[in-house]
């Protein structure tokens, strides 16, 4: 059997890469090496051929693939899985592994649907289990996490994308390979069905909660915007800027200039108070930087616990008045 | 204009869940279930387009008998009549097998508009609308926020969220798929009148036959993706859990984030 490829799809705006290639990279070099692979990382864009030869100065892989057409100047599912997917059939990597982003998962089934390869999104971890390679992803708003496997059956390529922070960016092996071009024929006769009008800011005004020293923030768990004030209060004890999850923005409780998370805004204080939040993932690469975290929360099993250094067990609406007087009483 | 709304009947992931003794997935017996949220707002956007262009919205899911409840609820909201790919064949898939069955369903709707949930909140892989897309060979867009139809009816105007809280701005001609989040409108409630007249309207079951489909290329069988087992996540260390009633737990926080970790 010839040995197995393994792709490590990059992501680039204007000539930057993402912060999680190299993550994705380091991820392809590991699984690799598992599986008794080679790695070739990947290069889609405009223009981006002297970038795609400086990384393949620069990293362990065999190759650094590049598809270089005007077509792909600005990303598109469409122009981007047109590109993708004749390689995949040309040159059979058996791994294709992809960023965990909002851009990659939405063109990366498309390529999977049109190479008849298998879908596994969200990965946190694999391993070799069984001579296969067995993926890890959470499942049921990261209350569980699901072990999956592909078919030997299958057949085809398996696509799966790597969460943020699953393989560090500091296990990238360096070294060196070659750049080499792969077609982008296909795209000659690309017909565009999505038009890009604009980037706009997704809040109307701007609160910048990066810079915050303490955040207090409410998710679901608070249960409406008139049960704020418990989060008020202790915001204004701490001298703290108030953050929320997901589901509280949905809902109105707060303006969306006040979400932390994935689609949101990322932050690093010194202290998070996360309150009534069951950590999502979503949620979760927005503030696991912080730099300790307090989970409050009447779920026991929430996964915010496995990340928090401290954590109260119990409705928020009786902790966090009695954390508010506590705080108080300590600073006098 | 024909409309197509796919959703899904998820267990409530608000209620205390329990892994199955086997480990293969979770107890599901006396468990709720609910529309999938993102599909809730899906049903929103495609209700609400309905009414205001005069179309009719065709509601789909894949699921067992249960899912039927779902299905209901979304003919109470105003969908105008629904298709349950309820076959044991069509269960347990991956997005890919689950993805490509709704096509077919799609197709033979005549359909030139889907509305969908980004992701389900139970296997949550966020890929069975974008395989749907991919194999009807339209163009989708996925972690919509914003949609409006333009004038001809022919395109429609699309806010993507991107990250950092950016979103981009697109135009999509139709047919297309939209895959919602969470948030993109506010759904309604069900009226006693609505409820009333979804009593009439009609579910019709299909099985892979009936949509061309060979049986071994749907659900489990057609799936490339097995699921092997679910299991607690991995605590990271975990946190330290401040025991006692809450004036006790808040006393002894504050006393380890001065002292202990020297934050405030």
Same mark, same amino acid.
């Given at each position: 059997?010839?040995?197995?490829?393994?792709?490590?799809?990059?992501?680039?705006?204007?000539?930057?890469?993402?912060?999680?290639?190299?993550? =994705? @990279?380091?991820?392809?070099? !590991? +699984?690799? =090496?598992?599986v008794g692979g080679t790695v070739d990382a990947v290069l889609l864009g405009s223009g981006i051929a002297p970038l795609a030869a400086t990384l393949a100065g620069q990293w362990a892989v065999e190759r650094v693939l590049h598809a270089d057409h005007a077509a792909l100047a600005t990303y598109t599912?469409?122009?981007?899985? =047109?590109?993708?997917?004749?390689?995949?059939? !040309? !040159?059979?990597?058996?791994?294709?592994?992809?960023?965990? =982003?909002?851009?990659?998962?939405?063109?990366?089934?498309?390529?999977?649907?049109?190479v008849g390869g298998a879908i596994v999104s969200a990965v946190g971890s694999f391993r070799l289990a069984d001579g296969a390679i067995q993926w890890t992803r959470p499942v049921l708003g990261g209350k569980l996490q699901a072990d999956v496997r592909v078919k030997a059956t299958s057949g085809g390529a398996t696509l799966a994308s790597i969460q943020p922070g699953a393989v560090s960016a500091d296990r990238l092996r360096a070294g060196s390979g070659v750049a080499a071009a792969l077609p982008t024929t296909a795209l000659d006769s690309w017909k565009p069905d999505r038009e890009i009008l604009g980037v706009e800011s997704a809040a109307k005004e701007e609160v910048d909660l990066s810079k915050a020293d303490i955040i207090v923030a409410a998710g679901r768990g608070v249960g409406g915007a008139d049960k704020m004030g418990v989060i008020q209060a202790l915001a204004e004890a701490l001298g703290a800027e108030i953050g929320a999850s997901r589901p509280v923005i949905d809902n109105g409780w707060l303006p969306r200039d006040r979400q932390i998370g994935s689609s949101g805004q990322t932050v690093a204080p010194k202290l998070y108070v996360a309150a009534g939040i069951s950590g999502a993932i979503q949620h979760l690469v927005g503030m696991k930087g912080a730099s300790c975290i307090v989970a409050i929360n009447k779920d026991p099993n929430a996964p915010i616990f496995a990340i928090a250094r401290y954590g109260i067990v119990g409705d928020l609406h009786e902790v966090l008045p009695a954390l508010t007087a506590a705080v108080k009483e300590a600073k006098g | 204009m024909r409309i197509a709304v796919c959703i899904k009947q998820v267990p409530d992931t608000e209620s205390r869940l329990r892994v199955r003794a086997d480990g293969t997935w979770i107890e599901e017996d006396d468990l709720p279930f609910v529309i999938n949220e993102s599909d809730e707002y899906a049903l929103e956007e495609g209700i609400a387009l309905a009414e205001k262009t005069g179309g009719e919205v065709v509601v789909f899911t894949v699921g067992p008998a249960r899912a039927a409840e779902a299905l209901r609820k979304a003919l109470a909201l105003g969908a105008a009549r629904a298709v349950h790919l309820a076959?044991?064949?069509?269960?347990?898939?991956?997005?890919?097998?689950?993805?490509?069955?709704?096509?077919?369903?799609?197709a033979r709707e005549e359909c030139s508009l889907v509305f969908t949930g980004s992701s389900s909140d139970d296997l949550s892989y966020g890929a069975t609308g974008t395989v749907l897309a991919s194999a009807l060979g339209w163009p989708h867009a996925w972690l919509v926020m914003g949609?409006?139809?333009e004038e001809g009816g022919t395109s429609c105007r699309v806010v993507r969220e991107m990250e950092s809280g950016k979103n981009e701005l697109l135009r999509i001609h139709l047919p297309a798929v939209i895959e919602v989040q969470?948030?993109?409108?506010?759904?309604?409630?069900?009226?006693?009148?609505g409820i009333m007249a979804a009593k009439k309207k009609p579910i019709v079951e299909v099985g892979p036959g *009936? +949509?061309?489909?060979?049986?071994?290329?749907?659900?489990?069988?057609?799936?490339?993706?097995?699921?092997?087992?679910?299991?607690?996540?991995?605590?990271?260390?975990?946190?330290?859990?401040?025991?006692?009633?809450?004036?006790?737990?808040?006393?002894?926080?504050? *006393?380890?984030?001065?002292?202990?970790?020297? @934050?405030?």
């Open positions: 059997m010839a040995t197995a490829k393994v792709w490590a799809i990059l992501q680039q705006r204007d000539g930057e890469l993402h912060r999680q290639s190299r993550e =994705t @990279v380091a991820a392809a070099q !590991e +699984l690799a =090496t598992l599912p469409g122009a981007y899985a =047109t590109a993708l997917a004749p390689a995949i059939r !040309e !040159e059979a990597p058996a791994y294709v592994l992809f960023p965990h =982003t909002y851009q990659s998962v939405e063109y990366f089934p498309r390529v999977a649907q049109q | 076959d044991a064949a069509f269960q347990r898939g991956d997005a890919s097998s689950t993805g490509a069955a709704l096509a077919a369903a799609v949609f409006s139809l969470a948030g993109i409108n506010h759904p309604r409630y069900a009226s006693l009148k *009936d +949509l061309g489909l060979d049986p071994s290329a749907v659900g489990a069988a057609g799936a490339a993706v097995e699921l092997l087992g679910v299991h607690a996540p991995s605590a990271g260390g975990g946190a330290q859990i401040l025991p006692g009633d809450p004036a006790t737990a808040a006393k002894a926080l504050v *006393d380890k984030l001065r002292n202990e970790a020297r @934050v405030i």
